[in-house]
């Protein structure tokens, strides 16, 4: 019996419970993952909150990454020993996800644990991180240089936003950082590296079609009047990666930005990345990360712990990474 995070549906409502779980419970999968560590995501806070439909069947294991060490595997690219991590795939919403001491996946939904890595770092990046990763990459593909201005990122006090400063400040570009807590968190993104921090009210309105050209590159985690704001102060030519609706699905903007000044909107997506783009994006930001990222971002809970701050991180109210320590 392993201890486990589980959820159940009652009267269309969400039931989490600490609980005990037998491993001859576990999903299939051709490989058994001792798991480390695991993290809360705002996806994990939907599903363990139930504010959002998530989760596609009950009774469910949240935790859409975690960290560990193989136990068995039925798959030739790994063996017992070896430290893996998961990330996306549905985990956490249609298969049993990271929140228990064990856990059982396909081989393809695996990456190896880089050399210059462990459970602990591995789950401080976390999805969030690797989200970050790949909206970054997107603006260095898309042409976007540090002497083309400032990159705007707004969310900037949750996970992804948090990785993204730090990540395009390691990488010379000016960073504005957005957030709905100026007041609460603007010492520490200075700290992550951004160079000024704009209230997110100043955002989070009805926007004009066109306003003042002031972004070169963008990376949102917010979605809706925070975008469409965003969307019409960006410059001639440049890129804006999207990756989240903390502030709601809906894009209330024109087609302005994108027909007069060139603007290219690029979603992003880390749940089903190809192996390759995702084991390399993983590889590029332990490059790139700072050991002062972990040090003031990221935070350790235990499983115990984990229902508290579903509600905190679904309210707004957490800050950079949480760690989930099994």
């Known amino acids: 019996m392993v201890k486990a995070l589980l959820l159940n549906q009652e009267d269309k409502k969400t039931i989490a419970q600490l609980t005990e779980i037998s491993i001859d419970d576990l999903p299939q999968g051709e490989v058994l993952v001792d798991v480390a560590?695991?993290?809360?995501?705002?996806?994990?806070?939907?599903?363990?909150?139930?504010?959002?439909?998530?989760?596609?069947?009950?009774?469910?294991?949240?935790?859409?990454?975690?960290a560990g060490t193989v136990i068995e595997s039925t798959d030739e690219r790994y063996q017992a020993g070896d430290k893996v991590i998961l990330?996306?795939?549905?985990?956490?919403?249609?298969?049993?996800?990271?929140?228990?001491?064990?856990?059982?996946?396909?081989?393809?939904?695996?990456?190896?644990?880089p050399a210059n890595c462990d459970e602990t770092k591995a789950m401080q990046i976390g999805t969030a991180g690797l989200t970050a990763m790949l909206c970054v990459q997107a603006l260095v593909d898309g042409g976007v240089k540090p002497e083309s201005g400032p990159v705007l990122v707004t969310g900037a006090s949750g996970g992804v936003g948090s990785v993204a400063v730090t990540l395009l400040a390691k990488l010379g570009y000016e960073v504005?950082?957005?957030?709905?807590?100026?007041?609460?968190n603007s010492e520490l993104l200075k700290a992550l590296g951004a160079s000024s921090v704009l209230d997110r009210s100043e955002l989070d309105r009805d926007a004009r079609p066109l306003e003042?050209?002031?972004?070169?590159?963008?990376?949102?985690?917010?979605?809706?009047?925070?975008?469409?704001?965003?969307?019409?102060?960006?410059?001639?030519?440049s890129v804006a990666a999207i990756c989240g609706l903390a502030g709601g699905f809906a894009l209330p903007t024109t087609v302005m930005p994108f027909i007069l000044r060139g603007v290219r909107l690029q979603g992003?997506?880390?749940?089903?990345?190809?192996?390759?783009?995702?084991?390399?994006?993983?590889?590029?930001?332990l490059e790139i990360l700072p050991e002062s990222f972990f040090a003031h971002a990221c935070n350790a809970i235990s499983l115990e712990q984990v229902e508290e701050y579903a509600n905190k991180i679904i309210r707004g109210q957490v800050t950079g990474r949480v760690l989930v320590k099994l």
């Not at 990330?87 to 001491?101: L, N």
């Not at 992003?268 to 930001?285: G, L, N």
């Open 37 to 66: 560590c695991s993290s809360i995501n705002y996806k994990d806070g939907l599903a363990v909150t139930g504010k959002a439909p998530v989760v596609t069947q009950f009774p469910m294991v949240p935790g859409i990454d975690c």
């Open 87 to 113: 990330t996306g795939w549905g985990v956490g919403e249609g298969h049993w996800g990271g929140m228990a001491e064990k856990a059982r996946f396909k081989a393809d939904w695996l990456v190896p644990m």
């Open 176 to 184: 504005v950082a957005s957030s709905g807590r100026v007041e609460e």
């Open 212 to 237: 003042r050209q002031l972004w070169a590159g963008l990376v949102d985690t917010v979605g809706n009047k925070v975008l469409a704001t965003a969307l019409s102060q960006m410059k001639y030519d």
């Open 268 to 285: 992003i997506d880390s749940v089903y990345c190809p192996f390759a783009k995702r084991q390399a994006a993983w590889e590029r930001i």
